[in-house]
């Protein structure tokens, strides 16, 4: 199967079950999604959210953040992995939003980078999800995802490769969404040591399916599908 039918196949079956899908973190503003995705790295969305309420409430602001040393944010945050580097994180990151971008959540990726604890991933998410920038942040679940239904090369062995041959394979106004479909197939179903293949509505254009379970009728139309 040619990657352009993959991609079609793909882009077909989200916006048809899954139109409009969204992070799976909890905020209201621009300033609590740059902190929830910064504790994310490497903890899920789940244990985030259930620090961040009380993290918000005690720094509602980059003002307040940028007034608190890292030791008084690590209480807030003990239960998330690597706290002592993510509390000097935060710490660093309300002091450069409040010296040199006037408070306010940069909208480009070049800005956001050189914020503490922000990389090019953390960036993505934020002009994705926040400014709606066809921006790709692909973590584990978006690498292993893209492997496993073929939609990139074999080639492509880092996460910026694979971004760049997503990017520019999607329609750019389809990028952000797509970003959230593939993460939360790789969640949910396409799953890191048993991919739950069963229930995949995706099998009929995935690579690895068709590699690994050649002789097994596939029928998207009896799969329990979901995420």
Known sequence: MLKKQRYRLLVDYFTQNFPEPETELAYTNPYELILAVVLSAQCTDKRVNMVTPALFEAFPTPEHLAAAAP??????????????????????????????FNSEIPDTVEQLVKLPGVGRKTANVIVSVIWNQPAMAVDTHVFRVSKRLGLVDKKAKTPLEVEKQLVSNLPNDLV?????????????????????????????????????????????ENKVGGM
Not at 73 to 93: C, D, E, Q, T
């Open 71 to 100: 030791e008084e944010i690590f209480p807030y945050i003990k239960s998330i992995s690597y706290p002592n580097n993510k509390a000097k994180h935060l710490a660093g990151l309300g002091k450069m939003l409040v010296e040199q």
């Open 176 to 220: 952000a969404k797509a970003h959230h479909w593939l993460i939360l197939h790789g969640r949910y179903i396409c799953v890191a040591r048993r991919p739950k293949c069963e229930e995949c509505p995706l099998t009929h254009f995935c690579a690895f399916f068709q590699k690994y379970f050649p002789n097994i009728p596939d029928d998207p």
